[in-house]
């Protein structure tokens, strides 16, 4: 879709009993507000990227696990919509409809369809780096807040962030063509092989008789490390056979599921289906993970699951291709490895005199030192290449710095702080409006560099007690990126209506919303009817309201 700017449109959160609708967000700066805490600020804003797979920090009450969350965004001049209950996601525009059962599934078909993720290197293989790990470049949060960490460290950590951010602006660290490691292997495995046969050649020359000794302890060694690696290439043919099969049986459970509603198409043709406990017409498919259904009797809702699960059955064919390229591959290797007899303590003294003749031992060891030469100078190409990266990953860095040191100069002219990275040391204390100005500079730092095209949201952008004066200059600030901006505040009485004053703020007032409920049952016809166009069907129920 292109690299234009992201921006959304509209949120859309709960389910038949009660719903909430905001509609309201424009290009620009918004600020949503309130005159009290709890009106709903934070489930908006957590919502947004919640819907796109964010992994979120939700007030502790709010049960977002059973509600729907949709969101309609635009991407040059083109809108789409992202549903997502629990697991599951739903992807829709106006030529098609794509259901994902889990968030895995769904970050694959967003880095191939909407926008490009950055790879890190994880785990020593490369990856599609984590959906909530990605939006922390534009996103932050009002609560578990902490300047030395990423939000949500776990499986991620500080190091994943800045291999991601370094990814994105193309400098990350070498995915190389050639194996490093296996090369080091081999050096190894030939310089040991020089140094085994000048011992040899030398106490051969000396003491011949014992020469079965020697060649013994060769044998053992080859011997085991044939063993070893054998044993790690079989390892990892169980493990992609066991991954092909699950792929397999996930395919072939889509594929039942097509042949079910294609016969169910002809049944409908030459008489009408029935439930036999209520004699109703309507037949459901119901997803993998359970949160939703469809109407399937209905031919264009079956049109589009069928679609859907054909989409699931293309990608399931290509994973197929790939894992059993991988699984041949393998069994190439283990072929190549396995191809010589083992070697013999008998073997290598029938034919001693031939092995350490002075010819072949030289022929040998010209061999091993022409090998060494290709394989020093291909870890120098890689050292040269990853030095450049390094250098264009420092660069990176000092821009991102002085920018945030600059925005924070202009905040607090007397100020102590001088940034020295993207996340705070353990031991430095960013507290109250330092920690929200660390916050709003380093996202805006990100921003401009970048150049990213996503929305920036900030939960409690004024958290600390951020003065008027400083409010001013970070709303100007803000106002110079093309990114569409969503803020958060709650203000005093008095302050109610500053937003009004500014031209270039679009403010949402949030202070007659009920405390601590945001959801209610006006609004639940409109999500119904948003829900409907992804082809599922709820029926109104009453609102706890």
Do not use: W
């Not at 010209?366 to 450049?388: A, F, P, S, V």
């Not at 203000?491 to 009920?514: C, P, R, V, W």
Request: charge should be negative; glycine fraction near 4%; include cysteine.
């Amino acid at each position: 879709m292109g690299y234009d700017m992201l921006k959304f449109l509209s949120l859309y959160i709960g389910n038949e009993k009660e719903a909430f609708c905001e509609s309201r967000f424009d290009d620009g700066i918004n600020i949503i507000y309130s005159d009290d805490n709890n009106k709903g600020k934070t489930i908006v804003l957590q919502g947004l990227y919640y819907a796109l797979g964010n992994t979120p920090i939700f007030p502790s009450t709010f049960d977002y696990e059973n509600y729907y969350f949709i969101v309609d965004l635009s991407l040059e001049n083109e809108i789409f919509s992202v549903c997502r209950k629990n697991k599951t996601f739903l992807f829709r525009n106006k030529k098609t409809l794509n259901i994902f059962n889990s968030s895995s599934e769904f970050k694959r078909f967003f880095d191939e369809h909407i926008y490009t993720i950055p790879r890190i290197i994880k785990e020593d293989r490369e990856k599609i780096a984590d959906l909530d790990l990605f939006y922390q470049l534009f996103f932050v949060g009002q609560d578990k807040r902490d300047t030395s960490k990423i939000f949500n460290s776990g499986y991620n950590n500080k190091e994943d962030f800045m291999n991601m951010l370094y990814s994105y602006a193309g400098c990350s660290k070498i995915i190389s063509n050639i194996d490093i490691e296996e090369i080091r292997r081999k050096q190894k495995s030939l310089k040991e092989e020089r140094e085994q046969i000048r011992k040899k050649e030398k106490f051969l020359n000396k003491y011949s008789s014992s020469a079965g000794f020697a060649t013994y302890t060769v044998d053992r060694d080859l011997y085991l490390k044939k063993v070893h690696d054998a044993e790690i290439l079989n390892n990892k043919l169980i493990s992609l056979k066991n991954d092909r099969n699950r792929i397999q049986n996930r395919k072939l459970k889509n594929e039942a599921l097509i042949s079910e509603l294609r016969s169910l198409s002809r049944s409908l043709t030459e008489g009408a289906l029935i439930c036999l406990d209520c004699h109703g017409q309507h037949i459901g498919y119901e997803n993998a993970n359970k949160d939703v259904n469809f109407d399937v009797s209905d031919k264009e809702i079956r049109n589009n699951v069928m679609f859907a699960i054909q989409n699931r059955i293309e990608s399931a064919n290509e994973d197929l291709d790939i894992i059993n390229q991988k699984i041949l591959d393998t069994q190439r290797e283990l072929k190549e490895l396995l191809k010589d007899e083992d070697i013999s303590f008998e073997s290598l003294v029938f034919y001693k005199d031939s092995i350490q003749s002075s010819e072949a031992a030289d022929e040998r060891i010209n061999q091993i030192d022409c090998e060494l030469n290709k394989y020093d100078n291909l870890l120098k190409m890689e050292k040269d290449k990853e030095n450049l990266n390094v250098a264009s990953r420092d660069a990176l860095l000092n821009k991102l710095l002085s920018e945030m040191n600059s925005f924070y100069k202009i905040l607090e002219p007397t100020g102590g702080f001088v940034f020295d990275g993207l996340f705070s040391k353990r031991d430095v204390n960013y507290s109250g409006s330092e920690e929200c100005e660390f916050y709003l500079v380093k996202l805006y730092a990100l921003a401009k560099i970048l150049k990213h095209p996503f929305p920036v949201i900030i939960d409690a952008f004024r958290e600390g007690e951020i003065s008027t004066a400083k409010e001013n200059i970070i709303i100007r600030k803000f106002n110079e990126l093309p990114n569409q901006i969503i803020f958060s505040a709650t203000l005093k009485e008095q302050e109610l209506d500053k937003y009004n004053a500014f031209l270039n703020i679009n403010s949402i007032d949030y202070s007659t919303n009920m405390t601590h409920h945001i959801l209610n049952n006006r609004d639940v016809p409109i999500l119904l009817q948003n829900l409907s166009d992804f082809s599922i069907t709820l029926l109104a129920g009453p609102s706890r309201d």
